[in-house]
């Protein structure tokens, strides 16, 4: 690999770190949650339901300023503490006037959520959000000065308090109850369930900022409108873009409760939710990728080889991101057992989930054409597309497929999506692609996958044996063609 790919695989790597490992440490807490939660697939249906409208207003309260502050502080490095201290300041203003929204009207949204006996949850997760949203310019920061491994320590931070904190609640305090109740009946409700899973975010969120004070108050704090302005021109489209998007990942699980009415819904959408997060590990990988691969197309757009880069970049996550695919579905009877009994209906979601967030990660890499040329509106326009495409296929397919068919809508949402910006970037930004390569990778990908159909001795161990000589085809071809030993650090030493 050049260079730059060893450079931007070593930030992946790093980056790897809060967003895989952090990212799996809390996605662990969907089987326990299939566990612990009392309610059953009904209950972990309302945690799926409340974190689809939490990433959604994430996405709106922080309105493309990550990006913007990127394009913004390269232009002029000299300028780095006022651009940065008026995103700051920005965010910050419009996160208060949420959580000021939150407290008002709190009983009016629960009503419309059908979460009326619970009217602190938006309150709650209202606080988590506007805090979120306001920490995501300092993490931009971090990643601007290259400073990966306190970006990933932050990061896990909030991870681990998040899971212990769950476990408190879930399994200790329980515990206690029927052993020494007296030491903790003064705050604990033993029925209030999915309410401590709110609480443990809230408690997680707050200790995480407070971590994070050392690097908001570099920036300067003087409002300048003449520095603002041309961010928030620049971030505007982005907002559109990054609702659309995320709105294209999470509206299934909004929808769902309204066209699939009662408990019978939240119980289909708590057995989707769960056995969707099985392919959320090929949205770690895309995270990991796009914290390292934002910075790095700015920081490169200058290079006279910037296209040859953008085209190896984009060969190789393909490669690695059809490696996980194989590595979760030949292996997908190991996957069952992470998870209570009563979800496993939904594992046949998981091999058209996963393609759909192949998709996603491409059209993530596609989307360098439109940032570096200052044409963000297209990238809106094309996540407006998807967000149609994935309500008007919702309504058609869910009454009558059930979860299936949210996993087909997101299929077909993100591939439509995926070629439409491919064929704009052509026109404003070419890329010469290696299409062959990923074709191939591609094709043998599914081959193997539909080989492995129709494997099934009454043997598990055979199985298993049979799915792995499939798995190591797919090693064998990746060595001999475009990932030799010899240019592996570590590897290559004993090679030699």
Not at 135 to 140: G, S
Not at 239 to 249: E, S, T, V, Y
């Amino acid at each position: 690999m050049a260079k730059e790919m060893k450079s931007l695989a070593k930030d992946t790597a790093i980056y790897g770190v809060s967003s895989i490992l952090g990212k799996f440490l809390n996605w662990m807490l969907m089987p326990f949650y299939t566990f612990f939660l009392k309610g059953g697939p009904a209950e972990y249906g309302i945690v799926t339901n409340l974190y689809a409208w939490t990433s959604i207003l994430l996405v709106i309260l922080t309105y493309g300023m990550e990006t913007g502050f990127f394009r913004f502080v390269n232009k002029n490095k000299d300028e780095e503490r006022n651009v940065y201290g008026n995103t700051l300041v920005s965010v910050g203003v419009t996160s208060i006037l949420f959580t000021v929204l939150c407290f008002l009207f709190d009983t009016p949204i629960a009503h419309f959520l059908d979460y009326s006996a619970n009217p602190e949850y938006i309150t709650m997760m209202g606080i988590t959000v506007a805090i979120d949203a306001f920490a995501c310019i300092p993490f931009a920061y971090l990643r601007y000065k290259n400073r990966p491994i306190k970006f990933a320590a932050l990061k896990m931070l909030y991870v681990l308090f998040n899971i212990v904190l769950n476990i408190f609640f879930l399994v200790i305090c329980p515990w206690l109850m029927t052993k020494a109740p007296e030491t903790i009946s003064w705050f604990y409700n033993p029925n209030y369930g999915v309410g401590y899973v709110v609480v443990s975010g809230v408690i997680s969120t707050i200790i995480q900022t407070l971590f994070l004070l050392p690097y908001i108050f570099v920036g300067k704090f003087k409002l300048d409108f003449n520095t603002l302005k041309p961010i928030l021109k620049y971030s505007f489209p982005l907002l559109i873009l990054g609702i659309a998007g995320i709105m294209n990942q999470n509206l299934d699980k909004i929808l769902y409760p309204f066209l699939r009415v009662g408990d019978v819904g939240k119980t289909e959408l708590g057995i989707y939710g769960a056995t969707s997060k099985i392919a959320m590990v090929m949205m770690m990988f895309t995270q990991a990728f796009r914290y390292a691969y934002e910075p790095f197309i700015f920081a490169q757009h200058k290079d006279k080889n910037s296209l040859a880069t953008y085209a190896d970049a984009m060969k190789y996550f393909v490669i690695f991101s059809l490696l996980i695919y194989l590595g979760i579905v030949l292996y997908i009877d190991i996957f069952k057992h992470i998870l209570q009994h009563d979800y496993w209906a939904g594992f046949k979601v998981v091999p058209i989930v996963l393609f759909s967030f192949i998709f996603q990660g491409i059209f993530f890499n596609l989307s360098l054409w439109y940032k570096l040329t200052d044409r963000t509106i297209f990238g809106a326009w094309f996540s407006i597309l998807g967000t149609i495409l994935i309500i008007i296929l919702n309504v058609i397919f869910v009454p009558h497929y059930g979860f299936i068919g949210c996993a087909w809508a997101a299929f077909i949402c993100y591939l439509v999506v995926m070629l439409v910006s491919y064929y704009f970037g052509q026109k404003y930004m070419p890329i010469k692609y290696d299409f062959k390569t990923i074709g191939l990778y591609t094709g043998v990908t599914i081959v193997l996958y539909v080989i492995s159909l129709f494997i099934s001795t009454p043997y598990t161990m055979v199985n298993f044996g049979l799915k792995s000589i499939l798995m190591l085809a797919f090693l064998v071809l990746l060595v001999k063609r475009d990932f030799p030993l010899s240019t592996i650090p570590g590897i290559n030493k004993f090679l030699k």
